[in-house]
């Protein structure tokens, strides 16, 4: 098993500093995007503090199977979805214990989706409204569900395209990393099958731009470098509000 993985992230063109952070580690087979939010800089401090956890614990976890985690695991789950589990529930600690510490951090917090490979399968785990989908077969398929008002009231209402379009608060999210001291995370479990491309992204982009665009693009770009860039070009062509980060992720069995 490899994994081929491309990541960039951009400003966007309405704001003014980058609240979005990627985390590439092919060495773990683990890829993240995480999305801050908070008054000032604080986002991008919640975003990286994220970040810089999992790096820490899946570097110190890789190197020591004996090393103690800080959090149990789950009977119910294997020990590559409990390591996902935790490093994701360790960053959310650290995010809170920050922003309970330090006032110019006060109510920080942060959306994330990672993904590990593990062997023949892979886990998504995420909280918020950061996206993971998977590109297979030329079809694009979203894999993970927005922790938000809208999707909430979307579900629970039978509404109209226009209902749905004027809905006021789209950006308000339910679920994300260091708002409370503990964090319910939704963690699937996929089997990734040769040639399978998975896109990891902030809102800047999925809210920017439709699915079917995404799908084009990526039917037209094997080079994911490439695909990436046009992908964030058009979450800028089409305004560009908020920040844009995208991982693409190229699963190859052998």
Same mark, same amino acid.
Request: with cysteine.
């Given at each position: #098993?490899r994994?081929?993985?491309?990541?960039?992230t951009?400003?966007?063109?309405?704001r003014a500093?980058n609240e /979005?952070?990627?985390? *590439? #580690?092919?060495?773990?087979?683990l890829?993240?995007v995480?999305d801050? #939010?908070?008054?000032?800089s604080s986002?991008?401090?919640?975003?990286?503090l994220?970040?810089?956890t999992?790096?820490?614990?899946f $570097? *110190?976890?890789?190197?020591?199977?004996?090393?103690t985690? !800080?959090?149990?695991?789950e009977? %119910?789950?294997?020990?590559?979805?409990?390591?996902? *589990?935790v490093?994701l529930k360790?960053?959310?600690?650290v995010v809170?214990e920050r %922003?309970a510490s /330090?006032?110019?951090?006060?109510?920080?917090?942060?959306t994330a989706?990672?993904?590990?490979?593990a062997?023949?399968?892979?886990?998504?785990?995420?909280v918020? /409204? %950061?996206?993971a989908?998977?590109? @297979?077969?030329?079809?694009l398929?979203?894999?993970t569900? /927005?922790?938000s008002l809208?999707n909430?009231?979307k579900k629970?209402?039978?509404?109209?395209?226009?209902e749905?379009d004027?809905? !006021?608060?789209?950006?308000v999210? #339910?679920?994300?990393l260091?708002?409370?001291?503990?964090?319910?995370?939704d963690?699937? @479990?996929l089997?990734p099958?040769d $040639?399978d491309v998975?896109?990891?992204c902030s809102?800047g982009l &999925?809210g920017?731009v439709p699915d079917?665009?995404?799908?084009?693009?990526?039917?037209?770009? %094997?080079n994911l470098?490439?695909?990436?860039a046009? *992908?964030?070009?058009?979450a800028n062509?089409?305004? $560009?509000?908020d920040?844009?980060t995208c991982?693409l992720? @190229?699963?190859?069995? &052998?």
């Amino acid at each position: #098993m490899r994994v081929e993985v491309a990541g960039k992230t951009h400003v966007g063109m309405k704001r003014a500093h980058n609240e /979005d952070g990627l985390l *590439l #580690m092919p060495d773990q087979a683990l890829f993240a995007v995480c999305d801050g #939010m908070g008054g000032h800089s604080s986002g991008e401090v919640a975003s990286k503090l994220a970040l810089d956890t999992l790096t820490e614990f899946f $570097g *110190l976890s890789g190197r020591d199977a004996e090393a103690t985690w !800080p959090f149990k695991m789950e009977n %119910s789950r294997g020990y590559d979805e409990n390591r996902l *589990l935790v490093g994701l529930k360790l960053a959310n600690r650290v995010v809170f214990e920050r %922003s309970a510490s /330090d006032e110019t951090c006060r109510g920080m917090g942060t959306t994330a989706v990672a993904l590990h490979f593990a062997g023949a399968v892979a886990f998504v785990g995420h909280v918020g /409204d %950061s996206r993971a989908y998977r590109f @297979r077969g030329a079809v694009l398929e979203q894999l993970t569900e /927005d922790h938000s008002l809208f999707n909430a009231f979307k579900k629970g209402k039978n509404l109209s395209q226009a209902e749905l379009d004027a809905f !006021p608060q789209k950006n308000v999210i #339910m679920r994300a990393l260091g708002i409370n001291e503990k964090v319910d995370v939704d963690v699937a @479990r996929l089997e990734p099958s040769d $040639g399978d491309v998975y896109l990891l992204c902030s809102d800047g982009l &999925s809210g920017m731009v439709p699915d079917a665009q995404v799908q084009e693009v990526l039917a037209r770009r %094997s080079n994911l470098d490439t695909a990436c860039a046009q *992908l964030i070009d058009l979450a800028n062509a089409n305004g $560009g509000v908020d920040n844009i980060t995208c991982i693409l992720a @190229r699963y190859c069995a &052998s």
